[in-house]
C-alpha cells in the first residue's frame, strides 16, 4: 500500500468519513472506554493551526473496488511543525496492523521533517496500547509521563460541588467567561500565565503566554470546532487574575471535555482558588452543555495538590499518557539507512 501526502482541506467527504471510521477502529481497540469521534468539524480539526504552524498529512489506501469506488483509509499520519520541532500523530487500521505500515508511515513523515530542517520529533503515546512497543522499537525514548484521569459527571456529588464553588477567600470572585475571552482580560489572563511558566509544573498542553497569542490560540480551537469555557478568579484589590481554569469541549466528541490549563498565581495560593474554579465549571457546563458526560484531565504525577483536588472533585485515574522524543538524523538513518 502506498503512502500519499493528502490536504485535509481538499479532501472529498467520503475520505474524510473513512478515516472517522478508521480513528473510531483505532479508539474501540485502544481505548474503548473512549467516546467515538463524530463527523462535525473534523475537517477543521485536521486543518486548522495556529499562526506560523504548519500540519503536513499523508494517507495510505486500500485499493478500488471493482466498480471504481474508492478503498478505505487504512492508515494515516500527520506532523505539526512548530517551534524547533515536529509533533507526529500516527494512525493504523487494526484489521492492517503489524504488517509495516506504521513504521511506513513514520518513515515518510520524518523524511519531510528532516528535509524542512527540524531537530527533533514528539509524539504523545497512550499507556498499555501498541503505540508504547512500536514507538520504542523506532529508537523513541520516553521524556514525560502523566496520568490521565476522567470525571464520571453522573457520579458527581452536585451539592458538595456548589458548596466547593462558594468556598473562595474574601476579596476574591469568580468569573464565568463561555466561549473565550472578553478583550479587556487577554492582558491579566496572558500574566496569569505567563507567571506559572517560570513555575514549570510540568503540565503537558502548550500554554500562551501574551495576549495576541492567547487570542490566536483561542481562534484556533474555535476554527478546529473546539468550543473554549474558561472560569476566572479576580482579586478585587487589584482587579488580577488570581487563577483561571480551562476545559475544551470539541465538537468531535462533545460528550467527553478536555480539561486544559488550570493555574493559580502563585501569590494568590492557600485560598481555595484551584477547587472553587474547578466546581464552578463543572457546574457551569452541566447547564451549558446538555450532551457532556465526562471530563477528562491529564496531570503530572509530582503534582500532588492538583491530583487531591481532582480526587476530590470525583476524577478517577485512568491511565499513563507519554511523551516520547527521537532525534530526527537518527530516526531517517534507521528507516532510510541508504540515505
Ligand atoms: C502504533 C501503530 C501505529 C503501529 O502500527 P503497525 O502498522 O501495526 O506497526 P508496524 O507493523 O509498522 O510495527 C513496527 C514494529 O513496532 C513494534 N510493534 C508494533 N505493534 C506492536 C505490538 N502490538 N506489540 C509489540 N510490538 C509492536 C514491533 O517491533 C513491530 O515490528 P515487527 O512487527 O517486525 O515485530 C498502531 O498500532 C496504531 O495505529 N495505534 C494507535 C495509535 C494512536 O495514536 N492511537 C491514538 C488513540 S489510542
Given at each position: 500500500m502506498k503512502v500519499r501526502e493528502w490536504d485535509p482541506r481538499t479532501a472529498s467527504s467520503a475520505e474524510i468519513a473513512s478515516l472517522l471510521d478508521t480513528l473510531n477502529a483505532?479508539?474501540?481497540?485502544?481505548?474503548?472506554?473512549?467516546?467515538?469521534?463524530?463527523?462535525?468539524?473534523?475537517?477543521?480539526?485536521?486543518?486548522?493551526?495556529?499562526?506560523?504552524?504548519?500540519?503536513?498529512?499523508?494517507?495510505?489506501?486500500?485499493?478500488?473496488?471493482?466498480?471504481?469506488?474508492?478503498?478505505?483509509?487504512?492508515?494515516?499520519?500527520?506532523?505539526?511543525?512548530l517551534g524547533g520541532i515536529g509533533v507526529l500523530e500516527v494512525l493504523v487500521h487494526p484489521t492492517v496492523r503489524r504488517s509495516r505500515l506504521g513504521r511506513e508511515l513514520v518513515r515518510v513523515a520524518a523524511r519531510r521533517v528532516w528535509d524542512e530542517g527540524f531537530q527533533s520529533i514528539g509524539v504523545e503515546v497512550v499507556g498499555d496500547t501498541p503505540a508504547v512497543a512500536f514507538y520504542e522499537s523506532l529508537g523513541f525514548a520516553r521524556e514525560y509521563v502523566e496520568t490521565r484521569s476522567v470525571l464520571d459527571l453522573g457520579a458527581v456529588d452536585w451539592p458538595a460541588l456548589t458548596e466547593m464553588a462558594g468556598g473562595i477567600g474574601a476579596g476574591y470572585h469568580l468569573e464565568f467567561c463561555p466561549g473565550g475571552l472578553p478583550d479587556d482580560l487577554l492582558e491579566a489572563y496572558a500574566r496569569a500565565k505567563a507567571e506559572v511558566r517560570d513555575v514549570d509544573d510540568g503540565e503537558l498542553r502548550p500554554s500562551s503566554y501574551d495576549p495576541q497569542r492567547l487570542r490566536d490560540s483561542l481562534d484556533t480551537l474555535r476554527r478546529r470546532g473546539m468550543k473554549p469555557y474558561i472560569v476566572l478568579a479576580r482579586h478585587e484589590q487589584t482587579g488580577e487574575v488570581a487563577g483561571l481554569t480551562e476545559v475544551v469541549v470539541p465538537a468531535q466528541h462533545p460528550t467527553r471535555a478536555d480539561q486544559y490549563d488550570t493555574i493559580v498565581v502563585r501569590d494568590h495560593r492557600g485560598y481555595g482558588i484551584d477547587r472553587?474554579?474547578?466546581?464552578?465549571?463543572?457546574?457551569?457546563?452541566?447547564?451549558?452543555?446538555?450532551?457532556?458526560?465526562?471530563?477528562?484531565?491529564?496531570?503530572?504525577?509530582?503534582n500532588e495538590a492538583m491530583l487531591k483536588v481532582n480526587a476530590e472533585l470525583g476524577y478517577r485515574p485512568d491511565r499513563d499518557w507519554c511523551e516520547y522524543g527521537v532525534d530526527v538524523a537518527e530516526l531517517v538513518h534507521r528507516l532510510d539507512p541508504h540515505r
Open positions: 483505532v479508539l474501540a481497540a485502544d481505548l474503548p472506554q473512549d467516546p467515538p469521534w463524530r463527523e462535525s468539524s473534523l475537517r477543521e480539526y485536521l486543518s486548522e493551526v495556529m499562526p506560523g504552524e504548519r500540519r503536513i498529512s499523508w494517507v495510505t489506501q486500500a485499493d478500488p473496488a471493482p466498480d471504481g469506488t474508492p478503498g478505505a483509509i487504512l492508515g494515516h499520519v500527520n506532523v505539526l511543525l472553587a474554579i474547578k466546581a464552578r465549571m463543572l457546574l457551569e457546563l452541566r447547564s451549558a452543555e446538555l450532551e457532556l458526560a465526562e471530563v477528562q484531565t491529564w496531570n503530572a504525577q509530582a
